[in-house]
């Protein structure tokens, strides 16, 4: 966390009194750091080196009656420990911790003045909103020495507005796409394009995701893995439409698996509402004069529709009353049944996400140091 403001330190030095009355009623004094004593403070959790607070041309204010008023301004930046667990509705915490270690608390101790930090000065930030902020005494210890320490919580709430328009409405929406890909035709020889092409949409908002979070692997935030669920449901569709159309584009369309078959009588022809009986002597095939074969044109019902003028006497062919369904039609049962089963992950996906977003909108609670 970057934030620049001042500290307002003040103590009593009894060495720096005087009677105001005798010297024309002064009241108070302004002097440079290196005429009197200070307290040695430092930023404990700074990341840009521990130096000590303040500068020498600073001037204290120094009433008659021995207060001192030391006013360091400065910027300051200070780790934070960030949880994107429910980004981009997320609250961080940080903190400033104020510390001396010239001095122990047998002879420095810091006090806080409020248990809150002013921010009359605090200007809007365009993405976070300041929550709340607390300050806090604590006791630090060193070798078995005791050091007093001041912390400055401050509690921010991500504003979510620009997330939500461009990363959790689109993750969302090209999930569901994902489905799509089981009720284009298998003639129309789009499904593995735009499949693929959905894929890759999912790898960018990925990627996007990444760029807008801060690197750790402590916790990773719930939308990212929605995201990789979604990318992995979309790599499992590819795949299932690979081996689907190679059923459907199979030579022998009556050569479907046992296997195959029994899935289908349990499970596919229940989903699609449709039943494996059929009528005896109903599909025929039929042979021209000139001993040239023709392949029939079979509706679903098995009704034999042929265009040759010149046929020889039918002969019937009994179709197995059991299971009178093609390779093609089996592919067709399969393509409504993994729709129908990726959307129901794909909608309980989402709801728990969306759920768990919704209800995750508390922002942390002001904590002790080391806790």
Same mark, same amino acid.
């Given at each position: 966390?970057?934030?620049?403001?001042?500290?307002?330190?003040?103590?009593?030095?009894?060495?720096?009194?005087?009677?105001?009355?005798a010297?024309?009623?002064?009241e108070?004094?302004?002097?440079?750091?290196? !005429?009197?004593?200070?307290?040695?403070?430092?930023?404990?959790?700074?990341?840009?080196?521990?130096?000590?607070?303040?500068?020498?041309?600073?001037?204290?204010?120094?009433?008659?009656?021995?207060?001192?008023?030391?006013? #360091? #301004?400065?910027?300051?930046?200070?780790?934070?420990?960030?949880?994107?667990t429910?980004?981009?509705?997320?609250?961080? $915490?940080? /903190?400033? %911790?104020?510390?001396?270690?010239?001095?122990?608390?047998?002879?420095?101790?810091?006090? $806080?003045?409020?248990?809150?930090?002013? &921010? %009359?000065?605090?200007?809007?930030?365009?993405?976070?909103?300041?929550?709340?902020?607390?300050?806090?005494?604590?006791?630090?210890?060193?070798?078995?020495?005791?050091?007093?320490?001041?912390?400055?919580?401050?509690?921010?709430?991500?504003?979510?507005?620009?997330?939500?328009?461009?990363?959790?409405y689109?993750?969302?929406?090209?999930?569901?796409?994902?489905?799509?890909?089981?009720?284009? #035709?298998?003639?129309?020889?789009?499904? &593995?394009s735009?499949?693929?092409?959905?894929?890759?949409?999912?790898?960018?908002?990925?990627?996007? &995701?990444?760029?807008?979070?801060?690197?750790?692997?402590?916790?990773?935030? +719930?939308?990212?893995?929605y995201?990789?669920?979604?990318?992995?449901?979309?790599?499992?569709?590819?795949?299932?439409?690979?081996?689907?159309?190679?059923?459907? +584009?199979?030579?022998?369309? /009556?050569?479907?698996?046992?296997?195959? $078959?029994?899935?289908?009588?349990?499970?596919?022809?229940?989903?699609?509402?449709?039943?494996?009986?059929?009528?005896?002597?109903?599909?025929?095939?039929?042979?021209?004069?000139?001993?040239?074969?023709?392949?029939?044109?079979?509706?679903?019902?098995?009704?034999?529709?042929?265009?040759?003028?010149t046929?020889?006497? $039918?002969?019937?062919?009994? !179709?197995?009353?059991?299971?009178?369904?093609?390779? !093609?039609?089996? /592919?067709?049962?399969?393509?409504?049944?993994?729709?129908?089963?990726?959307?129901?992950?794909?909608?309980?996906?989402?709801?728990?996400?969306?759920?768990?977003? /919704?209800?995750?909108?508390?922002?942390?609670?002001?904590?002790?140091?080391?806790?």
């Amino acid at each position: 966390m970057s934030s620049s403001g001042w500290l307002t330190v003040t103590w009593d030095d009894p060495r720096l009194t005087w009677n105001a009355s005798a010297y024309d009623d002064i009241e108070y004094i302004y002097t440079k750091q290196n !005429k009197i004593w200070r307290p040695e403070l430092i930023v404990d959790n700074s990341v840009e080196g521990i130096t000590p607070i303040g500068h020498d041309e600073l001037f204290f204010k120094v009433k008659h009656t021995g207060e001192v008023r030391w006013d #360091p #301004p400065g910027r300051h930046v200070t780790h934070c420990e960030f949880d994107v667990t429910y980004f981009p509705f997320d609250y961080q $915490k940080c /903190s400033i %911790e104020i510390a001396s270690f010239a001095f122990t608390t047998e002879v420095l101790t810091l006090i $806080k003045t409020k248990d809150t930090i002013n &921010i %009359e000065d605090y200007h809007d930030h365009g993405e976070w909103i300041l929550h709340s902020t607390q300050v806090e005494n604590h006791v630090l210890v060193e070798n078995g020495e005791e050091f007093s320490m001041l912390e400055f919580q401050v509690i921010f709430e991500r504003r979510p507005g620009y997330y939500i328009t461009n990363i959790v409405y689109p993750v969302i929406l090209v999930s569901l796409l994902t489905n799509l890909v089981f009720l284009l #035709p298998a003639d129309s020889g789009e499904k &593995i394009s735009y499949i693929l092409t959905v894929l890759l949409a999912q790898a960018v908002l990925l990627t996007l &995701i990444g760029d807008s979070m801060p690197t750790t692997s402590k916790k990773a935030p +719930l939308i990212e893995i929605y995201v990789s669920l979604v990318l992995v449901m979309a790599a499992l569709a590819i795949v299932i439409t690979i081996l689907n159309l190679r059923l459907h +584009l199979r030579a022998d369309q /009556s050569a479907v698996p046992k296997w195959l $078959k029994i899935f289908t009588l349990k499970v596919l022809l229940r989903i699609s509402c449709r039943t494996s009986k059929v009528k005896d002597c109903v599909v025929s095939k039929e042979v021209s004069n000139e001993d040239t074969d023709e392949d029939d044109y079979v509706n679903v019902r098995g009704i034999a529709l042929n265009r040759m003028s010149t046929l020889r006497p $039918k002969v019937p062919i009994r !179709k197995n009353p059991q299971f009178p369904f093609d390779c !093609k039609e089996v /592919s067709a049962f399969l393509d409504l049944f993994f729709f129908h089963l990726f959307n129901i992950v794909i909608f309980i996906t989402t709801m728990v996400l969306v759920l768990i977003l /919704s209800v995750s909108d508390v922002p942390p609670t002001h904590t002790a140091h080391g806790e």
